[in-house]
């Protein structure tokens, strides 16, 4: 998806309507009695060529307090933040009011594209509610009937200058993963321009935030003993240790059946969405708690992605008993984690600073693992000694031959080995050469991606039938002109 839009507005003014339009599905309940929607609901959205997420959001109310409308007016204002454009409707039938006006102008101070649609405007009964939209500040509304759906090309020309923008943001905020392999195989260093992306991830409370903010040198991020104090997915710029790096603080992520708050659920979908635009990942553990099945999934996910994985744990200075605790802890990570075999496990303390420098080789490590590239020469001498150690399966008694390896892909290492009847090769097998790939070539931890194919080549001749005999040369079992 390339950007996100949310439908804001007073109660009853169509919202969910035009959401159901969008999505091309009646997900959202749709009634005359306003206040329905109490929830932020979430669908993919097509509008002709575009593609992009729709939320849809409770009604707006004058309410500030801890009351359900109060509650519902702090779920939807957070969602206006974190979309990148926000479409304000409003009742052409029923004109502007003084709710109008007054949300009008939170909008205009809470996001930066604020798309202004008049609903209900079939008819001439809403011509002069129409012209009143222009008082709200927000630029000509667009005429449109959510029911009807009318005026959806006038949002889709209003919203595709927008999306071009972002997804331009997109690929450029986007990590290079699954590179082609050319023939210098060289590892673009980090630049200014072009830093290396690291994403700070783990339940919440684990000391993602202090992390962050010893790393940088400064109190840039919200801190405190409460759980779950940061909400958005928030990226710092820094250079550490002369390595420029930009830095994702995201929300702590606890077991999807404990995740009921709404408000929680858009924070861990914001965390998730860091972790895409992640090269290293960090999975910072409580040393406390370390290993809970959160974690595991955490890992999990980033290797799942296609990302360097660095392992930290942290308030390692309130741990008594280190030299027990640390092989205590590679022991369970060996047992947990065996798709992440050799991935770097590094103990610091966010509060005091012990460990960064541990912790900034074992990223700059990773990375480097994440880029490497072997030479088809060295990895063909090596999978013919594997083969010959332990020779692959022969199905139904015919033996699978691996004929040559390469390596076709970094970030992460993608290699293909050309092979008979390969899909007949068993899972063990693929394990085992995968593993070999970790040990031999000095690979710990990175996630390897090995594809195997048949021969592309063919016989032309395999499938021609044979021509059969003239009944001339059949009768004489020659040529007729042969001596």
Known sequence: MSFTLA??????VGKSTLFNRLVGKRLALVDDQ?????????GEARLA???????????L??????????????????????????????DARAGVTSADEVFAQIL?????????????????AADA????????????????????????????????????GFAERARADAPEVDVDVGEEGET????????????????????????????????RLLTGPEAGITRDAISVSADWDGVPVRIFDTAGMRKKAKVRDKLEKLSVSDGLRAVRFAEVVVVLLDVNVPFEQQDLRIADLAEREGRAVVLAVNKWDLERDKSNKIRELREEFERLLPQLRGAPLVTVSAKTGKGLDRLHGAILRAYEVWNRRIPTARLNEWLADMVTAHPPP????????LRYMTQVKTRPPGFVVMASFPDKLPASYSRYLVNGLREDFDMPGTPIRLTFRSQSDKNPYKDKKKSKPSRLRKHLGKKPFDK
């Open 7 to 12: 439908i804001v507005g007073r109660p009853n």
């Open 49 to 59: 060529d575009l593609r992009f997420t729709v939320i849809d959001t409770a009604g």
């Open 188 to 219: 673009q260093a980090p630049t200014p321009d072009k830093p290396m992306q690291i994403a700070v991830v783990g339940r919440p409370n684990a000391g993602k935030s202090t992390l962050i903010n010893k790393i940088i040198g400064e109190d």
């Open 129 to 164: 509610g129409l012209i009143e939209a222009f008082s709200l500040g927000l630029g000509e509304p667009i005429r449109m009937s959510a029911e009807h759906g009318e005026g959806m090309m006038e949002l889709y020309s209003a919203l595709q200058p927008l999306a071009d």
């Open 61 to 90: 109310e004058e309410a500030t307090d801890q009351s359900l409308q109060g509650r519902m007016r702090a779920l939807t204002e957070r969602a206006v933040e974190m979309a990148d454009v926000c479409l304000f409707v409003i």
């Open 34 to 42: 306003p206040g329905v929607t109490r929830d932020l609901r979430e």
């Open 108 to 124: 205009r101070k809470k996001n930066a594209h604020v798309l202004l649609a008049a609903n209900k405007a079939e008819g001439s």
């Open 394 to 401: 022969a199905p139904a008694g015919r033996r699978i031959k």
